[in-house]
C-alpha cells in the first residue's frame, strides 16, 4: 500500500515573503525591484490603460447611439406615413376608377 506524504504550505512563510519583496521598493528605479513587484504594477499599468480605453471607445459609441435614437422618431412617423397611405391604396385606385369613369 502507498503511503502518502503530507504536504504542508506554511500560508505565513509565503506571506512574509510576499511582503518582504515590497518593502524597501525605490519608486525612482523600479528596475530593480523585485519580480512580483513589477509584475504587478505592469499588471495595474496593463489594467488602468485597458478600462480607459475602453470607457473612450464607448464614448464614441454613445454618441452615435444617442443620434441613431434622435432620428428613430423621424423614421418612425415617415413609416406611420406611408402605412396609412398603402393601407387606402386599394380605396384610392377604386376612387381613381370612378373619376375616370366618370370623366369618360
Same mark, same amino acid.
Given at each position: 500500500?502507498?503511503? /502518502?506524504?503530507? *504536504?504542508? *504550505?506554511?500560508?505565513?512563510? *509565503? &506571506? %512574509?515573503?510576499?511582503? +518582504?519583496?515590497?518593502?524597501?521598493?525605490?519608486?525612482?528605479?523600479?528596475?530593480?525591484?523585485?519580480?512580483?513587484?513589477?509584475?504587478?504594477? /505592469? &499588471?495595474?499599468?496593463?489594467? +488602468?490603460?485597458?478600462?480607459?480605453?475602453?470607457?473612450?471607445?464607448?464614448?464614441? /459609441?454613445?454618441?452615435?447611439?444617442?443620434? $441613431?435614437?434622435?432620428? %428613430?422618431?423621424?423614421?418612425? $412617423? $415617415? /413609416?406611420?406615413?406611408?402605412?396609412?397611405?398603402?393601407?387606402?391604396? $386599394? +380605396?384610392?385606385?377604386?376612387?381613381?376608377?370612378?373619376?375616370?369613369?366618370?370623366?369618360?
Amino acid at each position: 500500500m502507498a503511503k /502518502f506524504k503530507k *504536504i504542508s *504550505i506554511d500560508f505565513g512563510q *509565503i &506571506g %512574509e515573503q510576499v511582503k +518582504a519583496q515590497f518593502a524597501g521598493l525605490d519608486p525612482k528605479n523600479p528596475s530593480v525591484w523585485p519580480i512580483l513587484p513589477r509584475y504587478a504594477l /505592469f &499588471g495595474l499599468v496593463a489594467l +488602468a490603460v485597458l478600462v480607459l480605453s475602453w470607457f473612450v471607445w464607448l464614448s464614441d /459609441f454613445q454618441t452615435e447611439l444617442e443620434t $441613431d435614437q434622435a432620428s %428613430e422618431q423621424t423614421l418612425k $412617423d $415617415d /413609416f406611420e406615413k406611408k402605412l396609412t397611405k398603402a393601407v387606402n391604396l $386599394d +380605396a384610392l385606385k377604386k376612387q381613381r376608377e370612378q373619376v375616370q369613369q366618370y370623366v369618360t
